[in-house]
């Protein structure tokens, strides 16, 4: 399948941490969204067919991709994206359920949440499309901030969306994967599944339990772009949840680091010290989004909106003392009771 984006997200991987994997466990795994996807069931008393549920998944990752891949060029997003301004498409009810809540998340994040980034993505070079040059302009900021604004350039009436400006691009890929992931869940229940654990590119969706009986337990990566460590492990059931941080997708120039995470205020890349940001809630479709929309607002600010949408969200920034760089973490109080739960 064509890939959905660039976007680096935290690697929770089954193989380490995310379950020990009992008899009754049917393991399914391959490539999809430009990133992998795994799938672990617990076999139901029925017992469940394999190559049905392969089928099933095979189906719904097709269908995504369809819909949601900014690298597919016949994909709707694609569609959408090429459209003149204030020509009407009428989305189908995937597209429309995804933006409604991306509008939200938007709303509620002070606006950092914002899918219409994708002219200033393209320009610091981590999109589909390779700049001529890393560092752009300010002029060539201020040009793509033209075309960016969510709540002023894509207009949402009932299931027709228009946009205002041409040159309006919409990237879904912080938010297109945990949508997937829900799907699949979905085909899962739909099959009598009611113990699994999905997850793509490091969104997951969590329900019922492991074969053990325990909840499964799910990695948080520490956000060390040198090694492959664990700050924690977590106790997760019926929950979604998602990791953004700023570790793995960046470059370097002129002893200045500038990451994949845009600020939608100044068109920059931010620079505060918060690396990474865990959050779960009910789906994985709002804990991807609320992922990228508290690591773009950094932990300050962020813990604030957290707290008040009521998230359970774990920041981990990067601190120095006595010359020596270490994480911090802090969690907000619905994370630490799903913590000691």
């Known amino acids: 399948m064509t890939a959905l984006s660039r976007r680096s997200f935290i690697f ?22 430009g990133t992998s996807y795994t799938v672990v069931a617990v076999e139901p008393p029925g017992g469940l067919d394999e190559g049905g549920l392969k089928a099933a998944i095979d189906a719904v990752l097709a269908d995504i991709d369809q819909k949601m891949s900014n690298w597919n060029p016949v994909s709707e997003i694609s569609q959408i994206n090429a459209l003149s301004a204030d020509t009407p498409h009428t989305l189908s009810a995937d597209m429309l359920t995804l933006l409604n809540a991306a509008n939200g998340v938007h709303k509620n994040s002070d606006g950092q949440f914002d899918l219409t980034l994708g002219p200033l993505i ?6 589909a499309q390779k700049p001529t040059s890393r560092i752009p302009s300010d002029s060539d900021v201020t040009e793509a901030m033209h075309s960016v604004g969510q709540t002023n350039t894509v207009l949402l009436e009932g299931s027709t969306l228009t946009k205002s400006r041409d040159g309006t691009q919409m990237y879904l890929s912080a938010i297109g994967k945990g949508y997937g992931v829900d799907r699949l869940g979905d085909a899962l229940r739909a099959l009598g599944v009611t113990d699994f654990m999905v997850e793509i590119g490091g969104d997951i969706i969590t329900s019922g339990q492991n074969a053990e009986g325990m909840p499964w337990q799910i990695a ?14 977590l106790g997760v059931s019926n929950l979604g ?6 570790y793995r997708n960046y470059f370097e120039q002129e002893g200045v680091r500038y990451s994949h995470i845009i600020d939608a205020q100044t068109g920059r890349p931010v620079t505060h010290p918060t690396a990474s940001v865990t959050v779960l809630t009910q789906n994985a479709m709002l804990a991807d989004a ?11 600010r962020g813990m604030e909106i957290a707290e008040r949408q009521n998230l359970a969200a774990l920041f981990i920034d990067r601190e120095v003392t006595s010359g020596k760089m270490h994480f911090k973490t802090y969690a907000t109080d619905q994370f630490a009771s799903i913590q000691h739960s």
């Open 241 to 246: 949840m998602a990791t953004s941080g700023d």
């Open 220 to 233: 948080i990566e520490t956000p060390d772009a040198r090694q492959r460590s664990f700050l924690k492990v």
């Open 290 to 300: 609320w992922a990228t929309a508290l690591l773009v607002l950094g932990k300050d």
């Open 122 to 127: 393209d320009l610091w070079g981590f999109g």
């Open 12 to 33: 929770m991987t089954l193989a380490l941490a995310a379950c020990k994997r009992g008899a009754a466990d049917l393991l399914l795994s391959g490539q999809t969204m």
